[in-house]
Structures are given as C-alpha cells and as structure tokens.
Nanobody
Framework: EVQLQASGGGLVQAGGSLRLSCAAS????????IGWFRQVPGKEREGVSC????????YYADSVKGRFTISRDNAKNTVYLQMNSLKPEDTAVYYC??????????????????????WGQGTQVTVSS
C-alpha cells in the first residue's frame, strides 16, 4: 500500500522557517518524483515544488523561488521542503504527492493536482504577521 506521510507544519512568525518532511512507503521510492502542493480553503490546490526521482530536476513556483528548497534522501524514503523567509501568504495545508516524473512536473507546474496518483495527508502551515 502506497503511503505518504507529511509532517513538520506548525505556527511560525513571518520571516521564520519550517522544514516539511514527506516520508514514503509501499513503493519503490527511487522510481518516483515527489511534489509539494498547498491549498487554502476555497481555492485550488497549488503546485509549490517538485523533484525528480534522481534529484536531477527541480521546479519551484515563482511565489516560493529563492525561499524554499526541496531535497530528497532516497536512503530514508523522504523528501524535504525547507521553507525560509515565510510570509503570511504561505499559510496553507501542504500536501506531498508521488508519481512518475512527467505527471508530477506537469501537475506542479500547471496546478493540476488531479494528474498525481498518490497523496499524503496534509500538514498545516500557519504564518502570522
């Protein structure tokens, strides 16, 4: 059974940092890309960042470029999202998704979350002003 477990969310002041983790199990982690998405109530799920199975390809949404860093540790079946210089507009529930490279990148870059097959539960990030 494919499982993705997102963690690391919390409440932080503007300018602060958080590191999200997405721990995976139930599939060959090395073969899958991972994407991070976020969603606020009443809005579509937005692509934030993604990383290819071998870490050679990385994408960031313009809104987080220069502030967020995605990485993966295939030995630990985990992907991380380091979030620095957080802003109140980063407040959202953050989700990680797994799929092959192409659908993950298409989904993240075009905000079409339905293209991804496997999802974890979300973790809440709240940034206070």
């Amino acid at each position: 059974e494919v499982q993705l477990q997102a963690s690391g969310g919390g409440l932080v002041q503007a300018g602060g940092s958080l590191r999200l983790s997405c721990a995976a199990s139930g599939f060959t982690f090395d073969d899958y890309a991972i994407g991070w998405f976020r969603q606020v109530p009443g809005k579509e799920r937005e692509g934030v960042s993604c990383i290819t199975s071998n870490s050679n390809g990385i994408y960031y949404a313009d809104s987080v470029k220069g502030r967020f860093t995605i990485s993966r540790d295939n030995a630990k079946n985990t992907v991380y999202l380091q979030m620095n210089s957080l802003k109140p507009e980063d407040t959202a529930v953050y989700y990680c998704a797994a799929d092959r490279n192409n659908p993950i990148f298409r989904a993240t870059m075009t905000n079409n979350a339905h293209l991804c097959n496997y999802w974890g539960q979300g973790t809440q990030v709240t940034v206070s002003s």
